[in-house]
């Protein structure tokens, strides 16, 4: 009898998922796999991603997991046990999670510890989908959940009707769970954390089941077990719902997301929901890999930063701060690395979504208010992680493009601050080394870690700075920027043709080596980090001897040997093991620095070699399955990357208001743009060998730009292209045809 509902069971699962399939044919959800970059390890990455089950930006997400407690590899492909469906709030395995709490369903014997209440599964009975998801495991329990923003609804069906438990789990650090039997509830504190939090931090929760609970228990360290006497085959819905800010709070959030609502219900709202912003970017065309690989990357992308603001009883917006411990009106968002995000996720808000952007920018400036500092890494408060002052790009980038629902005196006060002075427990926050910098015109190595990048960093951002003082009528502030924005060329070397480090009193560190990572670079070589000079190409140009001196500098990035010395990290590190598996040279797309290096040809007079790498690196580096990645996602901006790159288009310099073009993956692809407008870009002929640019027009007239302007874009329109297997040498070659430049 067993096997008999174990296999109508499994019928039901399938059945039910693929009626989804058959009722969404045009459904974008159905193109997404959340399994794309699971099959990651600490050594490797292929994503680090865990399949997200949520709605765009939601203040929660929930995932199965397979990892223990406490590992930041949370879901690994190749593992083949289940612990928990967790609620998650990470950013990143490297940062950790924070407020998290799960619940599982068991058969049988009563586990309440995470390491042994394991139950093994297969992926053939795994269905992934961002809108729900379904499991089920070897013992013939099966388990699917969907989510709103604060909420979720679970679905379990056990096989048998000997040991139907559920464990629900709020990870010790201080937390607390009550039964409520006669409710059929469970209230949890979860206080788990990983840093970033005010001593007052908690999530506050509810879990609710619609079948008497027959048996209850708790142990000392946070875990709930329930017991159920429902009949075999029989459902058993889970409703559960949490707040940042109180139980009451975490009450109000479930009767308005999740109270009554079926799991059918609530996975059809998160569906809409995905369809309609990702509808916002239509693609035809290219291979069905080509495109589950697009909508997945999107999916990715419209994932963080996580809304971390609920909704009072007026409906008014409301938020605790990570950064005071607070209760304020407003909008926050969180878990993102502006060091990782600025490049292009963030640069895709303000151009299709730039509602969400401007609540993101109103966060910012909140942050700055509640803790004196803005964000660099916020997860959800400041964390002390990787370099630069790029929420200085965000705020500039978002009111070059008319963004301007925040403060701007405000803003710029934040903007000043940020540059003259740090945290002083967290590095990342603030300006590592601002006073060296100033007097010197860069930060000195050894005497400041990874000082070479941070001076590339506070340049660009320098240039933004000035960009946003001269925009708000603050000339002076603007002259004074603009001249700190040239200090990237005090690092150059001119003997070795790259940037390099010195000391405070202006000597060149020994023992040049251009693969040498670490030291006075982040997460990369001397090969990665020359090329970090946003805002000014021509410039950078001016110092390796001109434009065919930087495109030959450019290809030999790509013919290098793939060499590597591991430097001050004192052994492999994943970013370098992805490198040199990549074997592209000292080409790392896996990581950030150098993901815009390839479109640094339009500005040299060589556009076609931009076509050709990003052609060959959106094929051959990226794919919908487990190992879809050849690195890091990190918050979306691998995946916005092969977004941009898909469209033909990526925003080399937030803050430049421009898109530099590449090669078009896809014959046709239509962006919905505020105001009712849409952009067409039209690629006749595009293929994988046809990936140059032979000839275009904008709006009907013959263009020969290497970019796209931000108001060519709003304004609507098409962009046709002829594409071509054979390069057109004479096409983006003049001066004026280049992508801006600050010395130009």
């Not at 013992?139 to 040991?163: K, M």
């Not at 990787?386 to 629902?405: E, F, H, P, Q, V």
């Not at 040279?585 to 040299?604: D, E, K, S, T």
């Not at 990936?691 to 304004?715: M, P, V």
């Amino acid at each position: 009898m067993r096997r008999l509902i174990c296999f109508i069971t499994t019928c039901l699962l399938l059945a039910s998922c693929g009626q989804k399939t058959r009722d969404s044919q045009t459904s974008l959800t159905s193109l997404v796999n959340p399994l794309m970059g699971t099959a990651s390890t600490f050594q490797f990455s292929h994503g680090n991603t865990y399949p997200a089950v949520a709605v765009p930006w939601g203040m929660n997400f929930w995932s199965p997991q397979t990892g223990e407690n406490g590992s930041g590899w949370m879901y690994m492909y190749t593992d083949s046990l289940i612990r928990g469906f967790r609620q998650t709030h990470q950013p990143s395995p490297w940062i950790n999670d924070y407020g998290t709490f799960s619940i599982m369903p068991l058969l049988g014997e009563l586990k309440l510890d995470n390491k042994e209440r394991g139950v093994s599964f297969r992926h053939e009975n795994e269905l992934a989908a961002p809108d729900c998801y379904r499991v089920q495991f070897d013992n013939g329990v099966s388990t699917a959940l969907a989510a709103t923003s604060r909420g979720a609804v679970f679905e379990v069906t056990y096989p048998s009707e000997e040991g139907q438990y559920i464990v629900v789990d709020a990870y010790q650090h201080g937390g607390n769970v009550i039964v409520d039997k006669e409710q059929n509830r469970i209230y949890g504190t979860t206080r788990y954390n990983n840093g970033g939090v005010p001593d007052n931090f908690g999530n506050y929760f509810l879990v609710e089941f619609d079948k008497p609970i027959v048996e209850a228990g708790t142990d000392d360290n946070a875990c709930a077990y329930v017991r159920f006497q429902i009949k075999a085959g029989e459902k058993l819905t889970i409703r559960t719902a949490s707040s940042f800010i109180s139980h009451e709070q975490a009450s109000l959030n479930f009767s308005r997301e999740v109270e009554g609502r079926s799991l059918d219900v609530v996975a059809a709202g998160a569906r809409k929901t995905w369809n309609e912003q990702m509808g916002r970017i239509r693609v035809e065309g290219g291979t069905e890999e080509q495109q589950r690989t697009f909508y997945s990357c999107l999916y990715r992308t419209l994932l963080f930063p996580r809304e971390f603001y609920e909704f009072d009883k007026a409906g008014d917006p409301v938020y605790y701060s990570p950064y005071d411990g607070q209760l304020h009106r407003g909008y926050m968002y969180t878990d993102n690395g502006f060091w990782d995000t600025f490049r292009a996720v963030h640069p895709l808000f303000t151009l299709v979504y730039p509602e969400v952007s401007g609540r993101i920018m109103q966060s910012i400036v909140n942050a700055y208010n509640e803790s004196g500092f803005m964000p660099e890494w916020a997860s959800p408060g400041h964390r002390g992680c990787m370099i630069g002052n790029n929420s200085i790009s965000l705020l500039t980038d978002a009111w070059m493009k008319g963004i301007r629902t925040f403060d701007k005196d405000k803003a710029l006060e934040a903007m000043l601050h940020q540059t003259q002075a740090r945290d002083k427990d967290i590095a990342s926050v603030g300006r590592d080394g601002y006073a060296e910098y100033d007097r010197l015109g860069y930060v000195p190595y050894p005497e400041v870690p990874e000082a070479t990048a941070k001076t590339l960093e506070y340049a660009y951002a320098d240039w933004c700075l000035a960009r946003f003082a001269e925009q708000t009528g603050n000339q002076e502030v603007a002259d004074t920027y603009y001249k700190k924005a040239q200090n990237y060329r005090n690092l150059y070397y001119p003997e070795k043709g790259f940037m390099w480090a010195k000391d405070a009193q202006g000597k060149w560190r020994d023992r040049f080596d251009a693969t040498e990572w670490g030291g006075p670079f982040t997460e990369g070589c001397s090969w990665h980090w020359t090329w970090s000079v946003f805002h000014d190409p021509e410039g950078l140009s001016s110092l390796l001897g001109g434009h065919e001196q930087m495109a030959e500098r450019l290809d030999s990035m790509f013919a290098a040997p793939n060499t590597f010395n591991y430097g001050t990290y004192g052994f492999v590190i994943h970013e370098i093991a992805e490198m040199v598996a990549l074997n592209m040279g000292q080409y790392a797309h896996g990581n950030q620095p150098v993901q815009h290096a390839i479109y640094l040809y339009n500005y040299v007079g060589q556009p076609w070699k931009a076509q050709f790498h990003t052609r060959n690196i959106l094929n051959k580096l990226y794919n919908p399955g487990p190992e879809g990645y050849c690195g890091d996602e990190d918050n979306g901006q691998t995946s916005a990357w092969y977004v941009f790159t898909a469209l033909g288009f990526y925003p080399v310099c937030p803050g430049a208001s421009e898109y530099v073009l590449g090669s078009p993956l896809f014959s046709k692809a239509t962006l919905s743009l505020p105001g009712g407008k849409t952009f067409v870009v039209n690629a006749t002929g595009a293929s994988d060998e046809a990936c140059y640019i032979r000839s275009a027009t904008l709006k009907g007239k013959a263009f020969t730009r290497n970019y796209l302007k931000h108001e060519d874009l709003l304004q609507g329109g098409e962009l046709r292209l002829l594409m071509d297997s054979v390069p057109n040498k004479e096409r983006g070659i003049n001066r004026e045809d280049f992508p801006y430049s600050y010395s130009k």
